[in-house]
């Protein structure tokens, strides 16, 4: 389906890289050319005649033999419809002579019309009938999707499910005997510290395995109302976009997705979506190929310590409402601009990127509490949780 990936196409890529001076959020899907996993047993089982580690030090060769079957290699084909095509040249401008290298590495036709875009991503197996897991950016727009096996076995597969806000989507194929399956674990367990391994096929290099740890948790990279991403220094690069993120037990605890870079290769800062996240998602992405979210109705901001002072609040907390739709739940329910929301159906809201992931979460229709700040007191209201729309989706709730 794609041409095969030449290691010396690396050089004149890094050259170009390294000239970017400005940061950047990278998604790691990389252009390219034209029997169940046991999570609890992996990290203790090690090869036979193997010496046995130092206490403490994770043994990533008995983790790598066990989750390396359950990646996959995406490649996608999109068809673009017409219109210029953003001509790619070299790194020193338009009379640069290499410049038709450039375009022949890149696979930028000369001519205006329609023509194909090629990309490589990463993605796992989630269910023994081929339903496997990846970023909704690796797929978006797809016309024609091939998955290849770790013994490589290539079959093309339908999108079942997709969700852009949270960049997530649940792919199919149909394939011929057991598949080995990846284990999905709480993301929530994992300490800031803890050693993960990452699996994927960064620059079309299938199957490569690295590892570091977990770097921070909550991150919020500026994605959308639903940020909420692991960092990792585990060396992930442009074509891990989908791949798994492990933990030591074996367990998939977040999906590759984006780096912080300026050169266009790793530096030591990568994301991964929360498989807890993820499992909330996989109902409605397998039954119904969307998600319906809830909605309150609010436009909200952050609580700062010098706006906490004024309300007197002993410290920030909580999401301020900046406006609130009219007929929406929350008018409904009384809520008025000014309130800081403390409290949303028993859970704190200790900040205000907390508020649209637990509005999001939440089931339509369903009644919650909300306690709110007003002049300085605290007052309960009770609010019904209506369905995100569409057009709705700039909101923050």
């Given at each position: 389906m794609s041409e095969n990936f030449k290691l010396g196409r690396l050089i004149p890529t890094m050259v170009v890289s390294l000239l970017l001076g400005a940061f950047a959020f990278i998604w790691l899907d990389f252009p390219a050319r034209g029997k169940n996993v046991n999570a609890a047993g992996i990290a203790a089982e090690a090869a036979p005649g193997r010496a046995r580690l130092p206490q403490g030090l994770p043994d990533f060769?008995?983790?790598?033999?066990?989750?390396?079957?359950?990646?996959?290699?995406i490649a996608t084909t999109q068809v673009s419809e017409g219109g210029e095509q953003p001509q790619i040249g070299g790194p020193f401008g338009q009379d640069d002579p290499s410049n038709e290298f450039w375009r022949r590495f890149f696979g930028a036709p000369s001519q205006p019309?329609?023509?194909?875009?090629?990309?490589?991503?990463?993605?796992?197996?989630?269910?023994?009938?081929?339903?496997?897991?990846?970023?909704?950016?690796?797929?978006?727009?797809?016309?024609?999707?091939?998955?290849?096996?770790?013994?490589?076995?290539?079959?093309?597969?339908?999108?079942?499910?997709?969700?852009?806000?949270?960049?997530?989507?649940?792919?199919k194929i149909n394939a011929k005997g057991n598949l080995p399956v990846a284990g999905l674990g709480d993301s929530d367990r994992l300490e800031v510290g803890e050693w993960v391994?990452?699996?994927?096929?960064?620059?079309?290099?299938?199957?490569?395995?690295?590892?570091?740890?977990?770097?921070?948790?909550?991150?919020?990279?500026?994605?959308?109302?639903?940020?909420?991403?692991?960092?990792?220094?585990?060396?992930?690069?442009?074509?891990?976009?989908?791949?798994?993120?492990?933990?030591?037990?074996?367990?998939?605890?977040?999906?590759?997705?984006?780096?912080f870079s300026r050169t266009g290769g790793n530096i030591g800062i990568g994301f991964a979506i929360p498989t807890n996240l993820v499992q909330e998602l996989l109902p409605q992405l397998k039954g119904k190929g969307k998600v319906t979210r809830g909605y309150l109705g609010v436009v909200i901001q952050k609580v700062t310590p010098e706006i906490a002072e004024s309300l007197g609040m002993n410290r920030a907390r909580g999401a301020l409402v900046a406006d609130v739709s009219k007929d929406g739940p929350a008018e409904k329910a009384g809520v008025a601009v000014g309130d800081v929301i403390l409290e949303f159906d028993g859970r704190e809201?200790?900040?205000?990127?907390?508020?649209p992931?637990?509005?999001a979460r939440t089931a339509v229709n369903k009644k919650v509490r909300l306690k709110v700040l007003r002049d300085k007191k605290e007052v309960t209201l009770t609010a019904?949780?209506?369905?995100?729309?569409?057009?709705?989706?700039a909101a923050s709730g």
């Open positions: 060769v008995s983790l790598a033999k066990k989750l390396r079957p359950v990646v996959v290699n019309g329609p023509y194909r875009q090629k990309s490589l991503g990463s993605g796992f197996i989630i269910d023994r009938d081929g339903s496997i897991l990846t970023n909704n950016h690796v797929v978006e727009n797809a016309q024609k999707i091939v998955v290849k096996l770790a013994d490589g076995q290539e079959y093309e597969a339908k999108v079942v499910g997709r969700d852009p806000k949270t960049d997530i989507a649940v792919i391994m990452a699996i994927g096929n960064p620059f079309g290099l299938d199957n490569t395995v690295t590892s570091g740890i977990v770097s921070a948790k909550g991150r919020q990279i500026g994605q959308g109302p639903y940020d909420n991403f692991i960092q990792t220094d585990a060396s992930i690069n442009p074509g891990n976009s989908g791949g798994p993120l492990i933990n030591l037990n074996g367990e998939v605890v977040g999906i590759n997705t984006a780096i809201v200790t900040g205000s990127t907390d508020l992931i637990l509005v019904a949780v209506g369905e995100l729309k569409e057009e709705k989706a």
